[in-house]
């Protein structure tokens, strides 16, 4: 029986696969042998079957096991608990990614995942090492995409918190050990290059020189072979898909001291370089250990976020109640939560009455009271009394979730200084290889002793780290910061846009106003009792998220069954209730129906006017009123401190929004506008070279939001997962918006620091070192500080 040329199993009966090597058509057992053979083949690598001193693993049986594990991902009731469906066929998911060592990592692996037919985003916080996938179910499976991941030497699996813990633990520990392995023979292969060189100059017996070179070689070989090996891993990662990654030349560097060195100890001649290639290793795995460290603490904001959310939960059932994983909680569960006690997901109050601290999701201390029939979030606190929660959301649909995906989304997304900087670093890595070639062949040519280690300083000090960390650091850090104080940042480009800014745009109700209006007054017109005509209006408003709508639904006392609803943007509803034909919304909008003019004494009020009206007549007029938000009138004061103007835009009456704006000192008011008409604006200030922020509701005027160079949406909960404005102000705090025109400026200012230092180290290293003023392990120290300088000039904003 024929055996497999790969694997050397034998050849089942009938198999046909094979594989051609060095000419000769060898037999394998299975598709994975024969995949893994023409894969080393394609790479040139046939020597492998040459110098091989056992048989390979069978692949096929290590692939089927991956295959079924992977596959278990795309079961639905897996996919429940972390993966979010948005249209149909459009899924996305949080992932882990183990094996990420360098912003280099995260490049390779976005656009090796974004080169596979079906995958819509995909984008890394390398901050956490998490991962956004977007992707289309009828055209890819999820486990393809872990399996894509898992063929280019990186690990994927779905986001889990405990288990994010646990890997930054074993990364934590992984670098210390090694760390530790590179101290150690750092410390002792200096020492007796110290005695070398001493003796080189004071004199010493050639015997006692070869000895000490040997023992130098015999430390170095565990700091090469163990510690070195996140290098040399990566670097090989890269070039077999063809990428220069920034450990290319980092490898070069040690790897070619070594085997110099190895050669020059056998031989007994020329110089041995064990020192630089120990301290370099020491150097590099101190910097990435404490870039590390601040990388994990800028991350926090989203690690907290997610460690909010309890591990059990007492879940309700008649008169038993039982403690279960909180995991384990459906649509429909009842959970009791007893003061003290952290909400376990999203759900409606159907018993009780407490306070509930929601600081850690809006940055506002102060508890809030809520009664039955109130949406409590998943990972607030119950402060006073117990209550009874009825869960309406679980996993990825929840509020807590989306914040998470949202602050995820705009620590990955990078804005257009990021991109140019990206950009520059993968050029920056063929770039040095190419200098060094020149460095090397100059030096040959005019001092062959020194130009090994000239070169080797050039390939160490010129490592692109500080440039491709500048921004990912910044970014992450502000956003982190601002996340506390209750402003989440959705999108990359939001702090850039918003740095820049001239002019502030708000939207009346629900925004400067706090957008509870209250029904105050009720003007019959045709006689019918207030509570008849409140119901009416409610019925015809029913299903509408507008402040307006649900200040009526809240008056009305009875549910009429209505019909036939349409919703007219920034003017009202139509509808039918029991058989005949109502609009409820601006005057004007309802006297259009039928003709009638309205009381000239109520249009002239500074409170709110809603008409109901049918196809006869204008039958009432609701007078609402709302209160300004506090301390309102300092933050437009503060924004005017910062240079910018600001607007008010807002489709109420008139006398109403110029009443508002005298008590906020906004000079610049417009009345009666419609979304079109808001938009035309904007547009209009934007032609005026102006960089606008629209501040709204997040839920209305979502076409004038998106026209914004940056928008804010206020964050009511039940908002959060639609908002699809840049930033959502989740603490409805309007004093946080200056505080984030105060971030972005300053964060642009240190990624402007961060690029500048990162180009202008390199600029004068280059050139010192290219002149043969810098020792390799000077180089490493100089290469190490620089992105050193970079994480901890971006953490500053984390004290701001």
Not at 297 to 310: D, I, Q, S
Not at 479 to 505: D, F, M, P, W, Y
């Amino acid at each position: 029986m024929t055996n497999c040329f790969h694997c050397d199993l034998p050849v089942p009966p009938g198999a046909t696969y094979k594989v051609l090597i060095e000419d000769i058509e060898r037999p394998m057992c299975c598709p994975g042998c024969q995949a893994v053979a023409q894969a080393i083949v394609d790479n040139g690598l046939t020597n492998f079957y040459q110098f091989r001193t056992e048989k390979s693993k069978n692949t096929q049986l290590s692939m089927n096991g991956v295959l079924e594990t992977l596959s278990l991902y795309d079961k639905p009731e897996l996919q429940k608990d972390f993966v979010k469906i948005e249209s149909g066929k459009h899924h996305q998911a949080s992932l882990i990614l183990e094996g990420i060592v360098c912003a280099a990592c995260v490049w390779l692996n976005e656009r090796h995942v974004m080169a596979l037919p079906g995958v819509i985003e995909f984008h890394i916080n390398y901050s956490t090492r998490r991962a956004t996938v977007k992707w289309n179910d009828s055209k890819i499976k999820l486990s393809d995409i872990l399996k894509a991941i898992t063929d280019i030497g990186y690990i994927a699996h779905p986001f889990d918190p405990g288990r994010q813990e646990k890997i930054q633990k074993k990364e934590r520990s992984k670098a210390l050990r090694m760390l530790a392995v590179a101290g150690l023979g750092a410390m002792q292969v200096m020492m007796l290059a110290v005695a070398m060189y001493a003796g080189e100059s004071q004199g010493m017996d050639a015997n006692i020189q070869r000895f000490m070179r040997w023992v130098s070689l015999v430390i170095s070989v565990p700091v090469v072979f163990y510690s070195s090996t996140v290098f040399f891993t990566s670097a090989w990662r890269d070039l077999k898909f063809r990428k220069l990654g920034m450990d290319v030349p980092v490898s070069l560097a040690i790897g070619a001291a070594f085997l110099a060195s190895i050669w020059a100890t056998v031989n007994d001649t020329g110089a041995v370089y064990f020192d630089s290639v120990t301290m370099f290793t020491f150097f590099l795995l101190s910097g990435r250990y404490l870039e590390m460290m601040a990388r994990h603490r800028a991350g926090m904001a989203a690690e907290e976020l997610v460690r909010l959310l309890p591990v059990t939960a007492t879940r309700v059932s008649g008169e038993s109640e039982t403690v279960v994983s909180a995991s384990e909680l459906k649509v429909g569960d009842v959970v009791r939560i007893k003061p003290g006690e952290t909400v376990p997901a999203d759900g409606i109050i159907i018993e009780g009455r407490s306070s509930v601290d929601e600081s850690l999701l809006t940055g506002e201390s102060i508890p809030v009271n809520h009664v039955v029939g109130s949406n409590l979030v998943g990972g607030s606190v119950n402060v006073e009394s117990p209550i009874l929660l009825r869960i309406d959301k679980v996993g990825e649909d929840t509020v807590l979730s989306s914040i998470v995906r949202l602050l995820d989304r705009a620590q990955t997304e990078k804005p257009e200084l990021a991109q140019v900087a990206d950009r520059v670093a993968a050029w920056f890595v063929g770039a040095i290889l190419i200098i060094a070639t020149a460095v090397a062949i100059y030096w040959w040519q005019h001092s062959p002793e020194n130009a090994f280690w000239i070169t080797l300083s050039v390939l160490v000090v010129t490592c692109p780290c500080a440039l491709s960390l500048a921004t990912p650091a910044a970014l992450v850090a502000a956003t982190g910061q601002l996340t506390r104080k209750g402003l989440l940042i959705t999108r990359g480009h939001a702090l850039e846009s918003l740095a820049k800014a001239t002019h502030v745009i708000f939207d009346k109700t629900g925004t400067l106003t706090y957008g509870r209006l209250e029904c105050k007054q009720v003007v019959s017109l045709n006689g019918d009792p207030d509570s008849l005509l409140l119901n009416i209006a409610a019925a015809v408003e029913r299903g509408s998220e507008h402040p307006i709508a649900r200040a009526i639904i809240e008056a009305a006392t009875e549910n009429k069954n209505v019909s036939d609803s349409e919703a007219i943007t920034g003017r009202g509803v139509e509808a039918t209730v029991e058989g005949r034909r109502y609009r409820v919304g601006k005057p004007d909008f309802v006297t259009e129906f039928n003709g009638k003019q309205l009381p000239h004494d109520y249009m002239q009020q500074q409170k709110t006017v809603i008409a109901l009206g049918d196809e006869d007549n204008v039958i009432a007029l609701f007078i609402l009123n709302d209160v300004v938000r506090e301390n309102a009138s300092d933050v437009i004061a503060a924004i005017h401190h910062l240079g910018l103007s600001v607007s008010l835009l807002s489709g109420d009456q008139q006398a109403v929004v110029d009443a508002v704006a005298r008590q906020l000192g906004i000079k610049h008011a417009y009345a009666s506008m419609l979304p079109d008409q808001k938009l035309q604006h904007i547009q209009s200030l934007q032609k005026q070279g102006e960089v606008v922020v629209m501040v709204g509701d997040g839920v209305n005027d979502a076409p004038v939001l998106a026209a914004a160079q940056v928008s804010i949406a206020m964050g009511e909960g039940s908002q959060i997962a639609h908002a699809s404005a840049d930033m959502v102000l989740l603490s409805e705090q309007l004093s946080h918006i200056t505080d984030g025109i105060k971030m972005s400026r300053r964060t642009l200012s240190v990624i402007k620091q961060n690029l500048s230092w990162a180009l202008a180290y390199n600029l004068v290293a280059l050139p010192l070192a290219a002149m043969g003023l810098v020792a390799p392990w000077m180089a490493a120290i100089g290469m190490s500080v620089s992105s050193l300088v970079v994480v901890i000039n971006a953490l500053r904003l984390t004290h701001e």
